[in-house]
C-alpha cells in the first residue's frame, strides 16, 4: 500500500536529507515500511474483478481523468467516469463498483468529505486516493478515514496497476474473509440450535404426552428459523402406521410472497429466538401457516409408487435437490405446482428399522439458491430429527403396551370369577355329555320296559314294584333334563352398562391365550359407546363363549377381529376370526343343545349365550367368513331412555 507515495516520498527524502539509497532502504528496514510485493506475473487486475464490476475514476480534472480512464480501458478493465461528487455517487447506485479511484480535488465537494462518505456506506468498496502533491500527514489521514492506497500526480501507471491489483486483491480478501466469518457464525448458530433441539428432544421424550405433534414443530421450526437453518418454508410427509402411504402432515412458512413480510415481522416481534422458541410449540397456528397446511394436505403418495421423488427418497435414504425443474430423477409437473416452486429440496427421513418420511424445504419467498451447503447441513438436522420420530414411536409403542398389559391385568382380576364360573359351566357341560351317552340309553330303556311290564303284570305285587322302577327311571330322566337345561332360567339383574367397554374387557380376557397362542386381534368399535341395560356378568359370558369358540377354532394362530356398527336402533358386534370354519349344515345345528363339532364338550355353550340374548332382547346370528372361519353378529336393540320419551299431550 501506499506504493506511489512511498517512492516519491523518499526521493524526495534522499535528496533533501544527502541519504544514499542504501542508507534509504536500511532506514525503510528500521521502520517497517511495507514495500510492494504482488507479482504482476501472476494475478491480473481484471481477474480480481467478477463480470459486472467496474472502476470507477472521479477526477475534477476532464484530462485527467479521461488519460487514466483511457488507461484502464486498455488494460482491458471497466470504467466509468465521474467530474464531481454528484455524478459519483449516481454511478454508485448504478454500477457494481467495485474500486473507486479518487481525485482529493472535485468541484462540489472536498475529497476528504467524500472519502469518510464513501468509507463508512460502502465497506466492500475499494478505494485509491490521487493527489496533486505529497503530503505525510494527508496520505495518514486517508488510510485512517478508509482509503487503501495514496497515488501522487502525475500518475505513473504502473504504480496504478500493481496499487489496483493490491486494493482489489485486499478488498477480495476482506469480502471472503467476510463471507466465511458469517458462514462460520451461521454454523456455530446451527450447531447451537441442534444442541437446544437435542435437549428439548430429551426433555419431550421423558415427559410429554403429545409427543408426536411437539417433535414435528419443533422439527420444523428448526428448518425455518433465523436460528436455525433458515429456509423459508418447510413440509413434513410422515408414513402411516401400516408403511402404505405417504401423507403430509404439517407445514411451517409464509402462504404467499405478500404475506411473507408480515409473517417474519410478527416473528421478530415476538422474539422468537433460540432460547424461546420451544415455549410456543403449544400446538396454536403459527403465523401464516393456513395457507402452506392447506398445501401440505394436499401431498398424499401411495408407497408403491416408487418413481415419485418423495418415495424414491425414502427406498434409497438419499437426498433429492431439484434445480429449475430438474433432477437425478423425472420431477412430475403436478408437484411443482402443487409447491408453487421449482427449486426445493427433499430430505428422508429414516430410522435402522424403518423410514419414517420426508422434508421438503424451499426458499419461495427469496429465491435463494440451496447450495450444496444448505442440504448437507438439512441432513444433519433430519437425521437428529428422525432419532426424535423414533424415539417417539418407542415411546408411544411402550406406552401402548403398558396400558395394554395394565388393562388386562385389571381384567383378568376383576373377571376371574366369571372365569370360574365359564370353565365349572364348561365343566358341568362335559360332564352331562358323558352322562348323556351313559345314562340316557339305558335309563329309556328300563323306564320303558318296566312301564310295558307293569300294564302286562297279573300279580298286583310284582305290578307295585314295576311301578315303583317305571317312576324312579322317570325321576332320573328328569333329572337328566334338569341337567341339561342347567342354564339360570331367571330374569337379567340390568343396569345400564357401556356395551362396548364389556367387549373390550371380554377380549382382554383372553390377552395371554391369544399371546401364546400366535393370535392377532383387532378392536375396531367406532362411534360413541352404547349405553344399554344389560345384566354385565351374563352378558360378559356371553361373549367370552363366543370369543373362547373363536380361538378354539385358531390352534395354529390368526386373527381375531371385534367390530361394531350401528344401523338405526340397532348395534351390532362382529366377532370374526380366521378359524376351520363351519360347514353350512353345522351352521344351523350348533345352537343346539348337545350338538358341538369338536372332540370334546356338549355343544350346550353357544345354546346359553342364545338364551342369555334372548333375556336381553338381542339375537345372535352365525355366518361363514371369507375366506375361511367364523363370524358371530350380535345385535342389540337400544331402546330411548325413558327421559327420551314426549310425554302425553306434548
Same mark, same amino acid.
Given at each position: 500500500?501506499?506504493?506511489?507515495?512511498?517512492?516519491?516520498?523518499?526521493?524526495?527524502?534522499?535528496?533533501?536529507?544527502?541519504?544514499?539509497?542504501?542508507?534509504?532502504?536500511?532506514?525503510?528496514?528500521?521502520?517497517?515500511?511495507?514495500?510492494?510485493?504482488?507479482?504482476?506475473?501472476?494475478?491480473?487486475?481484471?481477474?480480481?474483478?467478477?463480470?459486472?464490476? *467496474? /472502476? @470507477?475514476?472521479?477526477?475534477?480534472?476532464?484530462? %485527467? +481523468?479521461?488519460?487514466?480512464?483511457?488507461? &484502464?480501458?486498455? !488494460?482491458?478493465?471497466?470504467?466509468?467516469?465521474?467530474?464531481?461528487?454528484?455524478?459519483?455517487?449516481?454511478?454508485?447506485?448504478?454500477?457494481?463498483?467495485?474500486? *473507486? /479511484? @479518487?481525485?482529493?480535488?472535485?468541484?462540489?465537494? %472536498? +475529497?476528504?468529505?467524500?472519502?469518510?462518505? &464513501?468509507?463508512? !456506506?460502502?465497506?466492500?468498496?475499494?478505494?485509491?486516493?490521487?493527489?496533486?502533491?505529497?503530503?505525510?500527514?494527508?496520505?495518514?489521514?486517508?488510510?485512517?478515514?478508509?482509503?487503501?492506497?495514496?497515488?501522487?500526480?502525475?500518475?505513473?501507471?504502473?504504480?496504478?496497476?500493481?496499487? &489496483?491489483?493490491?486494493?482489489?486483491?485486499?478488498?477480495?480478501?476482506?469480502?471472503?474473509?467476510?463471507?466465511?466469518?458469517?458462514?462460520?457464525?451461521?454454523?456455530?448458530?446451527?450447531?447451537?440450535?441442534?444442541?437446544?433441539?437435542?435437549?428439548?428432544?430429551?426433555?419431550?421424550?421423558?415427559?410429554?404426552?403429545?409427543?408426536?405433534?411437539?417433535?414435528?414443530?419443533?422439527?420444523?421450526?428448526?428448518?425455518?428459523?433465523?436460528?436455525?437453518?433458515?429456509?423459508?418454508?418447510?413440509?413434513?410427509?410422515?408414513?402411516?402406521?401400516?408403511?402404505?402411504?405417504?401423507?403430509?402432515?404439517?407445514?411451517?412458512?409464509?402462504?404467499?410472497?405478500?404475506?411473507?413480510?408480515?409473517?417474519?415481522?410478527?416473528?421478530?416481534?415476538?422474539?422468537?429466538?433460540?432460547?424461546?422458541?420451544?415455549?410456543?410449540?403449544?400446538?396454536?397456528?403459527?403465523?401464516?401457516?393456513?395457507?402452506?397446511?392447506?398445501?401440505?394436505?394436499?401431498?398424499?403418495?401411495?408407497?408403491?409408487?416408487?418413481?415419485?421423488?418423495?418415495?424414491?427418497?425414502?427406498?434409497?435414504?438419499?437426498?433429492?435437490?431439484?434445480?429449475?425443474?430438474?433432477?437425478?430423477?423425472?420431477?412430475?409437473?403436478?408437484?411443482?405446482?402443487?409447491?408453487?416452486?421449482?427449486?426445493?429440496?427433499?430430505?428422508?427421513?429414516?430410522?435402522?428399522?424403518?423410514?419414517?418420511?420426508?422434508?421438503?424445504?424451499?426458499?419461495?419467498?427469496?429465491?435463494?439458491?440451496?447450495?450444496?451447503?444448505?442440504?448437507?447441513?438439512?441432513?444433519?438436522?433430519?437425521?437428529?430429527?428422525?432419532?426424535?420420530?423414533?424415539?417417539?414411536?418407542?415411546?408411544?409403542?411402550?406406552?401402548?403396551?403398558?396400558?395394554?398389559?395394565?388393562?388386562?391385568?385389571?381384567?383378568?382380576?376383576?373377571?376371574?370369577?366369571?372365569?370360574?364360573?365359564?370353565?365349572?359351566?364348561?365343566?358341568?357341560?362335559?360332564?352331562?355329555?358323558?352322562?348323556?351317552?351313559?345314562?340316557?340309553?339305558?335309563?329309556?330303556?328300563?323306564?320303558?320296559?318296566?312301564?310295558?311290564?307293569?300294564?302286562?303284570?297279573?300279580?298286583?305285587?310284582?305290578?307295585?314294584?314295576?311301578?315303583?322302577?317305571?317312576?324312579?327311571?322317570?325321576?332320573?330322566?328328569?333329572?337328566?333334563?334338569?341337567?341339561?337345561?342347567?342354564?339360570?332360567?331367571?330374569?337379567?339383574?340390568?343396569?345400564?352398562?357401556?356395551?362396548?367397554?364389556?367387549?373390550?374387557?371380554?377380549?382382554?380376557?383372553?390377552?395371554?391365550?391369544?399371546?401364546?397362542?400366535?393370535?392377532?386381534?383387532?378392536?375396531?368399535?367406532?362411534?360413541?359407546?352404547?349405553?344399554?341395560?344389560?345384566?354385565?356378568?351374563?352378558?360378559?359370558?356371553?361373549?367370552?363363549?363366543?370369543?373362547?369358540?373363536?380361538?378354539?377354532?385358531?390352534?395354529?394362530?390368526?386373527?381375531?377381529?371385534?367390530?361394531?356398527?350401528?344401523?338405526?336402533?340397532?348395534?351390532?358386534?362382529?366377532?370374526?376370526?380366521?378359524?376351520?370354519?363351519?360347514?353350512?349344515?353345522?351352521?344351523?345345528?350348533?345352537?343346539?343343545?348337545?350338538?358341538?363339532?369338536?372332540?370334546?364338550?356338549?355343544?350346550?355353550?353357544?345354546?346359553?349365550?342364545?338364551?342369555?340374548?334372548?333375556?336381553?332382547?338381542?339375537?345372535?346370528?352365525?355366518?361363514?367368513?371369507?375366506?375361511?372361519?367364523?363370524?358371530?353378529?350380535?345385535?342389540?336393540?337400544?331402546?330411548?331412555?325413558?327421559?327420551?320419551?314426549?310425554?302425553?299431550?306434548?
Amino acid at each position: 500500500m501506499l506504493y506511489g507515495f512511498y517512492w516519491y516520498f523518499s526521493t524526495r527524502l534522499c535528496r533533501y536529507s544527502g541519504l544514499s539509497s542504501t542508507d534509504y532502504k536500511g532506514l525503510i528496514r528500521m521502520v517497517a515500511i511495507p514495500t510492494p510485493t504482488f507479482s504482476s506475473s501472476k494475478t491480473s487486475s481484471t481477474s480480481l474483478l467478477r463480470p459486472e464490476e *467496474v /472502476i @470507477l475514476v472521479v477526477d475534477g480534472s476532464a484530462q %485527467s +481523468g479521461a488519460r487514466i480512464s483511457g488507461y &484502464l480501458s486498455e !488494460s482491458g478493465m471497466a470504467v466509468a467516469s465521474a467530474a464531481s461528487a454528484a455524478d459519483m455517487f449516481q454511478l454508485i447506485g448504478s454500477y457494481h463498483i467495485a474500486c *473507486v /479511484i @479518487l481525485d482529493m480535488k472535485l468541484p462540489d465537494h %472536498s +475529497g476528504d468529505e467524500v472519502l469518510a462518505d &464513501l468509507a463508512t !456506506s460502502y465497506p466492500d468498496l475499494g478505494i485509491i486516493i490521487v493527489a496533486d502533491e505529497a503530503d505525510l500527514q494527508g496520505a495518514l489521514h486517508c488510510l485512517r478515514r478508509g482509503a487503501d492506497d495514496y497515488l501522487i500526480k502525475p500518475i505513473d501507471y504502473a504504480q496504478l496497476t500493481e496499487s &489496483l491489483k493490491r486494493t482489489l486483491h485486499m478488498r477480495q480478501l476482506a469480502i471472503d474473509n467476510r463471507v466465511s466469518q458469517q458462514q462460520l457464525h451461521n454454523m456455530y448458530k446451527q450447531a447451537r440450535f441442534l444442541h437446544g433441539l437435542n435437549l428439548k428432544m430429551n426433555n419431550v421424550y421423558l415427559g410429554a404426552q403429545e409427543l408426536i405433534d411437539q417433535v414435528m414443530r419443533a422439527i420444523l421450526v428448526g428448518i425455518t428459523s433465523d436460528d436455525g437453518l433458515r429456509f423459508n418454508r418447510a413440509f413434513l410427509a410422515l408414513f402411516n402406521e401400516d408403511q402404505s402411504l405417504l401423507k403430509g402432515v404439517l407445514a411451517i412458512g409464509p402462504g404467499s410472497r405478500e404475506e411473507a413480510g408480515r409473517v417474519w415481522e410478527e416473528m421478530r416481534g415476538r422474539g422468537l429466538d433460540l432460547h424461546n422458541l420451544f415455549g410456543e410449540l403449544n400446538g396454536t397456528p403459527w403465523p401464516g401457516d393456513t395457507a402452506v397446511n392447506e398445501i401440505v394436505q394436499g401431498l398424499v403418495v401411495p408407497a408403491t409408487h416408487t418413481d415419485h421423488p418423495f418415495i424414491h427418497a425414502c427406498i434409497n435414504r438419499t437426498s433429492i435437490l431439484v434445480t429449475g425443474g430438474k433432477s437425478v430423477i423425472e420431477i412430475a409437473p403436478q408437484l411443482i405446482q402443487t409447491l408453487g416452486v421449482d427449486c426445493f429440496v427433499i430430505v428422508p427421513l429414516y430410522s435402522p428399522r424403518r423410514e419414517h418420511g420426508v422434508i421438503i424445504a424451499d426458499n419461495f419467498v427469496t429465491g435463494r439458491a440451496i447450495a450444496p451447503f444448505d442440504v448437507e447441513a438439512l441432513e444433519i438436522f433430519a437425521g437428529q430429527a428422525s432419532l426424535a420420530i423414533e424415539q417417539s414411536h418407542l415411546y408411544r409403542e411402550m406406552h401402548d403396551t403398558i396400558e395394554e398389559l395394565k388393562t388386562v391385568t385389571d381384567e383378568l382380576e376383576a373377571g376371574k370369577n366369571l372365569l370360574v364360573e365359564t370353565e365349572r359351566y364348561t365343566a358341568l357341560g362335559q360332564m352331562a355329555g358323558q352322562l348323556v351317552h351313559a345314562l340316557r340309553n339305558p335309563i329309556t330303556a328300563i323306564g320303558g320296559t318296566a312301564r310295558l311290564l307293569a300294564r302286562r303284570a297279573e300279580n298286583s305285587q310284582d305290578k307295585k314294584f314295576l311301578d315303583l322302577i317305571a317312576a324312579e327311571a322317570a325321576t332320573l330322566e328328569a333329572t337328566l333334563a334338569d341337567l341339561f337345561t342347567f342354564v339360570d332360567s331367571s330374569p337379567p339383574d340390568a343396569s345400564v352398562q357401556p356395551l362396548f367397554a364389556l367387549v373390550r374387557r371380554s377380549v382382554m380376557a383372553f390377552y395371554t391365550t391369544m399371546k401364546n397362542q400366535g393370535i392377532y386381534y383387532q378392536l375396531d368399535l367406532t362411534g360413541d359407546d352404547p349405553h344399554l341395560p344389560l345384566d354385565e356378568e351374563k352378558i360378559r359370558q356371553a361373549f367370552m363363549q363366543i370369543i373362547r369358540n373363536s380361538i378354539e377354532a385358531m390352534p395354529d394362530g390368526g386373527i381375531l377381529n371385534v367390530s361394531s356398527a350401528r344401523r338405526g336402533d340397532r348395534i351390532v358386534i362382529r366377532i370374526s376370526d380366521t378359524g376351520k370354519g363351519i360347514t353350512g349344515t353345522d351352521l344351523q345345528r350348533v345352537t343346539n343343545p348337545f350338538y358341538t363339532t369338536k372332540t370334546f364338550g356338549t355343544g350346550l355353550g353357544l345354546t346359553l349365550v342364545e338364551q342369555i340374548l334372548e333375556s336381553h332382547g338381542a339375537h345372535l346370528h352365525l355366518s361363514a367368513n371369507t375366506p375361511h372361519g367364523t363370524i358371530a353378529a350380535i345385535t342389540f336393540i337400544e331402546k330411548p331412555s325413558p327421559e327420551s320419551q314426549p310425554t302425553q299431550g306434548a
